[in-house]
């Protein structure tokens, strides 16, 4: 009796044990599905929110790849040829996630050179910040912006409130500028120090959306063509698609791509720069990102460490070279500001110059931009 109980009782465990180490590894193979799918959905080429937003947390995708891929290992069974089919597809998506993110790392190539003679004259300092339309606390933000003494300020989310509290701040220093204060988290305000020439104020695609276009005049007589921007994000409670945001996009590559002028465009893109819309805008304009070689340089969301990206970005034609870059502190706004210095150094240009679009890249910005047409 004593014997019979025994070997019930370590079945019993046994059976607890397997079922246990099954549970455990279905909640594994359940994590790996989950990477693998969100992998896969933002290749599917179609603008939904639901689809787009997965392009954003991609540095986050990719360190849960790796840790869904390591922690499986935990049950692997070297005889299932199921199990090594699954790892498979996790190293699949896991070098796939990679590559993506890789140009923004500093052990890639660099995208835009380093400056080279570095005149004074020549040279262009930029600040941008997406303030935060409901953010009260504006010393934070002139503070901030004062201590980089840039050429060139751009704040987005600019409501009436915030163009007379920067205006009042910077208006005396700042010479040029062009405001366009809105109630809608899409106003916008431009200082320079700088001669600002042919400026005009565009609703590219939305008629609440607003940029600024115009030419700068820099110190050593040369214009530069400038494109402000602040177009809006695929989320439900702003824009149920891409749509609107993309063709902005394209609008401005494809102005930037026959541009006979030095280009810069700057901004709030709503977008990271390995999507595959900021992907096509660079393809199209052949703007530079001195994002790629340096760093991510992750501009939101600052009031959340574990879910970072950069939204602001500045893209440049191959005139450019690389001065410096760097992330502001906080200022009470959900984005960091952004600081960049950048030298215009035509001489050799050739060495940074992208490729040429091709026919297929073209008709894509001309088909996202008929896209927006056909939707208003």
Known sequence: MG??????????????????????????????????????IPLVAMNFWWIRMFDFPHLQLTCFTLITLLVYFIRFDVKSKGDYFFSLALVACFIFQLLKIWPYTPLAPLELLDAQTAKVESRLRIFTSNVKQKNKDWGKVVSEARKYDADLLLFTETDQWWANKLQSAFSGAYTYHESIPLDNTYGMILFSRYPLQNASKQYMVDDSIPSIHGQLKIPDGNLIQLHAIHPTPPMPQENPKSTARDAELMKVALQSKESSLPVVVLGDFNDVAWSQSTQLFQQVSGLLDMRKGRGFYNTYNAENFLMRWPLDHLFISDDFRFGTMRRGEKVGSDHYPFFAEIYLEPTGSEKQRKEPPTEHQLKQARDEIKKARNNK
């Open 3 to 40: 014997e019979f109980y025994y070997l019930r009782t370590t079945s019993t465990t046994r059976i607890r044990i397997v079922h246990r180490t099954m549970t455990l590894k279905n909640f594994l193979k359940g994590l790996g599905i989950l990477a693998i799918l969100l992998t896969l």
